[in-house]
């Protein structure tokens, strides 16, 4: 079974950058596809980004693209979410996943961490 944990999220000012991580308890990069979520106050687990490590193809929520990037380290199973130029609108409980489908729904994914939190004041 995969275990995620996720680290990295803190308060930061509205401008700044937070780089989040989530390391794998075994190598996840190929066999599963890699996601990251965020769950704000009231409301839904929305989606933030994707990773499939067959062919190294990410994808980002429109709210994101530009500002968000993720990278990984094969040789750790850590893959990261540099956030820069974040808002208060960013602030959420940061979650990574694994799934065995490509997907950006969260109900297709299998494995979860315990979430980080992330806030931008304003």
């Known amino acids: 079974q995969v275990q995620l944990v996720e680290s990295g999220g803190g308060l930061v000012r509205a401008g700044g950058s937070l780089r989040l991580a989530c390391a794998a308890s075994e190598r996840t990069f190929s066999p599963y596809i890699m996601g990251w979520f965020r769950k704000a106050p009231g409301k839904v687990l929305e989606f933030v980004s994707i990773f499939r490590g067959t062919d190294n193809y990410t994808e980002y929520a429109k709210s994101v693209k530009g500002r968000f990037a993720m990278s990984r380290d094969f040789v750790e199973n850590i893959l990261y979410l540099e956030m820069n130029s974040l808002k208060p609108e960013d602030t959420a409980l940061y979650y990574c996943?694994?799934?065995?489908?490509?997907?950006?729904?969260?109900?297709?994914?299998?494995?979860w961490g315990q979430g980080t939190q992330v806030t931008v004041s304003s």
């Open positions: 996943a694994a799934g065995r489908s490509f997907s950006l729904l969260p109900s297709r994914y299998d494995y």
